[in-house]
């Protein structure tokens, strides 16, 4: 058939991580939080309900943003929501990039940059990583003609971060708009918030699936400059984000006692996982986010990943070409994590 556009055929199309439904599968492979959300977020779903779902959502997602802007520390006319950190990626994109035009981010990383540059038929640059997962002059050299970067900080699937004075070099170096992706950065020992403010350039998206147990809720939001806000709010669905994800989302960020219980726990959990790994010989590294990247250099990435599978534990085997594979664990609860570490005993 030739109905569709050639760069959309030629694309491979972003690959989720396996979503196996039902079964007694030890799920680790697609960085949730082990934990239920908030029970606040479950009585405003609730209240929503109550009130009636026949009228459309607020289009801008107001409550959220009043709420957000106070715990942040900036004005709501510089945030915008969407239906998950991936809608806002989306929205940028599709406002800041023609075909034709040049996009760049690093490997490995998130691999929707990719295939969100590739729908707007972009031409993507790639830099690796260097061994220690930093950027090295790479990443800004030849940059006037691009027109959007990319960069997750935390990284996936490394959970390593640049700290926020590198970004701003980076930011300082590139001609335009630097999209910085804080999936992880509740688990994280710093941030780039503060760079929105220094360098209209800077922009930071987030997301509430990892640190505030909503990936099924979808939701997120992006905190850039008021002139840039309104016009991606051009780009937008009209109503991007329902009833029930506004009132989830605000009542979950309002809960500050459940965020620091939970973020405590899976942060303990960490670096209990990350021990235990390298004592069974795998090379891991120090990671920043909800999850640990790791290789073992007596056994095969993919076949422990099978192995384990088989075993009812599923984590995410992760291949880049022309840089290597490994595997990538999210950090469930305690006991999630003992059985994955006895079963994984046994196969070392």
Not at 18 to 39: A, D, R, W
Request: with cysteine.
């Amino acid at each position: 058939m030739s109905y569709f556009r050639s760069n959309i055929t030629a694309m491979t199309g972003y690959v989720p991580g396996e979503q196996p439904q039902g079964g007694k599968l030890i799920k680790l492979n697609t960085n949730e939080n082990p934990y239920t959300c908030s029970p606040k977020v479950r009585a405003a779903i609730g209240h929503a309900v109550q009130a009636g779902l026949q009228k459309y959502p607020d289009p801008t997602a107001a409550a959220f943003r009043l709420r957000a802007g106070e715990l942040l520390g900036v004005d709501p006319d510089w945030i915008l929501c969407g239906n998950g950190s991936d809608d806002i990626l989306t929205i940028v994109t599709r406002a800041l990039v023609d075909t034709g035009d040049h996009v760049r981010f690093a490997q490995p990383s998130y691999t929707l940059y990719r295939t969100l540059a590739e729908i707007q038929g972009a031409k993507c640059h790639v830099v690796d990583y260097e061994a220690d997962w930093s950027l090295g002059q790479e990443f800004t050299k030849h940059c006037n003609h691009l027109r959007l970067t990319y960069l997750a900080n935390p990284n996936s699937p490394s959970g390593t971060v640049l700290p926020p004075g590198e970004v701003a070099r980076i930011a300082d170096a590139l001609p335009r708009p630097l999209l910085v992706d804080e999936a992880y950065a509740d688990f994280a020992e710093a941030n780039c918030l503060e760079l929105v403010a220094q360098n209209e350039k800077v922009m930071v998206s987030r997301t509430l699936s990892k640190s505030y147990a909503l990936a099924g809720m979808r939701f997120g939001f992006l905190v850039a400059h008021p002139q840039l806000i309104r016009e991606f709010g051009k780009v937008k669905d009209s109503y991007n984000c329902d009833a029930l994800s506004i009132a989830a989302a605000t009542a979950a960020i309002d809960d500050r006692a459940w965020f620091d219980q939970t973020r405590s726990a899976i942060l303990a959990t960490r670096g209990r996982l990350t021990a235990r790994l390298r004592e069974m010989g795998f090379e891991c590294v120090d990671s920043q986010a909800n999850f640990v990247w790791c290789n073992h250099p007596s056994h095969a990435a993919e076949q422990l990943y099978q192995r384990l599978k088989d075993s009812g534990v599923l984590v995410r085997y992760m291949r880049y070409e022309g840089w290597g594979d490994g595997l990538r664990i999210t950090v469930g609860t305690d006991e999630q994590i003992d059985a994955l570490l006895a079963i994984l005993a046994g196969l070392i």
